[in-house]
């Protein structure tokens, strides 16, 4: 959530009242993330964040935007995007795609205890279930045939051991997506990035996710094991936190049990999370776009934390 786009003050009235939200009463822009412009909107209707999207297409948003719509009318607390008087959520704003959706209350819980976590994991499945019958669908944009272009891009930029790394992973990552074990994994609309800042907590109680914009059609499990990848490690050194980990996947089965082909492949989606990450960072931090407000993310974290998860580890379900 970085600022690439500037947005005048003009432009944001002229946006609120083609919503009919009012007046504007402050405009800021959000610094941190890396994918899209982001400000906090305060009008006389509420709070909102506008979120204009750098790389995603006018093709591409709808996907996104009608599910955290489906989600937030399911139940689910997530943020819900504001429509005009024909019903469009998607608007176009200093030129670009745009969307304000409502600011979710509370505050990131980024020390998490295991009551969190189990917050986090019962409310993913729930997630999960709600997203069966989203009627759209689209594939996770940072998925496997990402990784393949990626790689030999940021390669140069490793040493050799890393590079040995990078393509050994990539290697087994590949041998496990044409296993019969991962075709058999149960799919669906997954958040993709539900990292500790993407997630809202007033004390114990999880007020919502957000940030949906990697969101795509995919495995469950790799949903899970990305947040496990976050929730349930020493961020100093990528080391499981077992005690985390047990809380996080036991609240999550409470509402949806995992099945036999999920239970043999975790440790192989640990591995598959911390790989995407470890990539998009690599990507993010030596091939870097220009933004106003942007501090990259360490590249190195995802890379202690793939090491990790390489280690043989003891069964987790």
């Known amino acids: 959530m970085a600022v690439y786009t500037e947005v005048s003050s003009k432009e944001a009235r002229e946006l609120l009242r083609r919503l009919q939200l009012g007046k504007l009463l402050a405009l800021q822009g959000i610094e941190g993330?890396?994918?899209?412009?982001?400000?906090?909107?305060?009008?006389?209707a509420g709070e909102y964040v506008l979120t204009l999207f750098e790389r995603l297409t006018f093709e591409q948003l709808p996907f996104y935007l009608h599910l955290m719509h489906h989600l937030a009318h399911a139940g689910i607390p997530v943020p819900d995007p504001q429509a005009d008087r024909r019903g469009a959520i998607l608007h176009t704003v200093a030129g670009k795609p745009a969307a304000l959706a409502t600011r979710l209350?509370?505050?990131?819980?980024?020390?998490?205890?295991?009551?969190?976590c189990a917050a986090v994991g019962a409310?993913?499945?729930?997630?999960?279930?709600?997203?069966?019958?989203?009627?759209?669908?689209?594939?996770?944009?940072?998925?496997?045939?990402?990784?393949?272009?990626?790689?030999p891009v940021v390669l140069p930029h490793l040493t050799p051991e890393q590079a040995a790394l990078l393509q050994s992973e990539l290697a087994y990552q590949n041998h496990i997506a044409a296993s019969s074990a991962y075709a058999a994994l149960p799919r669906g609309p997954i958040h993709a990035d539900?990292?500790?800042?993407?997630?809202?907590?007033?004390?114990e109680e999880l007020t919502g996710f957000f940030d949906f914009y990697f969101a795509g059609v995919d495995t469950w499990l790799f949903d899970l094991a990305v947040c496990l990848n976050?929730?349930?490690?020493?961020?100093?050194?990528?080391?499981h936190d077992a005690e985390r980990a047990a809380a996080l996947l036991a609240a999550y089965q409470d509402v949806r049990a995992l099945t036999a082909a999920e239970r043999e492949l975790l440790p192989a989606m640990l591995r598959a999370g911390a790989l995407r990450f470890w990539i998009s960072r690599l990507w993010d931090f030596h091939l870097p776009r220009e933004a106003s407000l942007l501090k990259p993310h360490d590249p190195t974290h995802f890379e202690r934390v793939l090491r990790q998860r390489v280690r043989p580890a003891p069964a987790l379900v």
Request: net charge negative; glycine share 8%; charged share 20%.
């Open 123 to 151: 409310m993913l499945a729930r997630m999960h279930l709600a997203g069966r019958d989203y009627e759209r669908s689209q594939p996770n944009l940072r998925g496997l045939p990402w990784w393949n272009e990626t790689v």
């Open 194 to 203: 539900l990292f500790r800042d993407n997630v809202m907590f007033e004390g």
């Open 105 to 116: 209350r509370g505050k990131s819980q980024l020390a998490p205890q295991a009551s969190h």
């Open 230 to 239: 976050d929730w349930a490690i020493d961020l100093p050194t990528g080391a």
């Open 33 to 44: 993330g890396i994918e899209n412009t982001n400000y906090f909107v305060t009008a006389e």
